[in-house]
């Protein structure tokens, strides 16, 4: 079965550190990669997705993610972090199809200590 | 644009009820998805409706239900609550829901039984 492993559950950093979420997926065909984010008290956004191409994909807010295919990882990355970006964030895989399925991870919180 | 819309924000239930969950998509999307969130499991995919018809669905038991109307607004059923299903449902919406297009959340149903 399809599955999404997020890492880090609960990540707290100082402003301008940098940030490195990880998230591993198990299945050996196509995907689409996703990472949505949560801040508190509103719905999920999307912060940023792969489909093919480039496997350095950029998204809001000076995010940005790179897909490994050999090892199956689709990391999060910002080179400082805001107090801002203090959320919840997810990794999720769309595993191919004519479906909108998205299989989530567990989710990391991020805390941005000013 | 208006995004996803959720009817009731809030809901208590007590266990052996039922319950009916709202949400109109984006206006032009014609897929509709329903995700169960909880601390313990994260979010899981409940279903997917498209022009009217389930085209997936995740592992949940025939206690949850739901359907698609006309004008792509779809509703989610749960019969004989159980304590367990105490969540935050969201729905999620996108043009074809097609594997490769973003899903639009909205703010979620969260639904206390008591």
């Known amino acids: 079965a399809q599955s999404v492993s997020q890492h880090n559950h609960h990540v707290i950093l100082s402003e301008a550190a940098s940030l490195e979420l990880g998230c591993n997926y198990s299945y050996g065909g196509t995907v689409n990669l996703f990472w949505y984010v949560q801040y508190p008290g509103q719905h999920l956004q999307l912060l940023l997705k792969y489909f093919s191409g480039d496997p350095l994909v950029k998204g809001i807010k000076g995010f940005e993610a790179e897909f490994i295919k050999s090892k199956f990882s689709f990391n999060l990355r910002k080179p400082s972090v805001q107090w801002s970006d203090t959320a919840e964030y997810f990794c999720a895989v769309n595993a191919g199809g004519n479906t909108g399925k998205l299989i989530f991870g567990q989710g990391t919180t991020l805390q941005v200590k000013p | 644009k208006a995004g996803v819309t959720q009817t009731p924000r809030y809901l208590i239930k007590t266990r052996g009820q039922q319950v009916t969950l709202s949400c109109s998509p984006i206006?032009?999307?014609?897929?509709v998805s329903w995700y169960q969130q909880t601390p313990g499991q994260g979010l899981q995919f409940l279903f997917e409706?498209?022009?009217?018809?389930?085209?997936n669905k995740g592992n949940f038991p025939g206690r949850f239900s739901g359907r698609q109307f006309s004008n792509s607004r779809s509703e989610m059923n749960v019969s004989t609550l159980e304590l367990g299903d105490s969540a935050l449902y969201l729905c999620?919406?996108?043009?074809?829901?097609?594997?490769?297009?973003?899903?639009?959340f909205g703010d979620g149903t969260r639904l206390s039984i008591l």
């Open positions: 409706y498209f022009s009217e018809t389930q085209r």
């Open positions: 206006s032009g999307h014609r897929s």
């Open positions: 999620a919406s996108s043009l074809s829901g097609g594997d490769s297009q973003p899903q639009h």
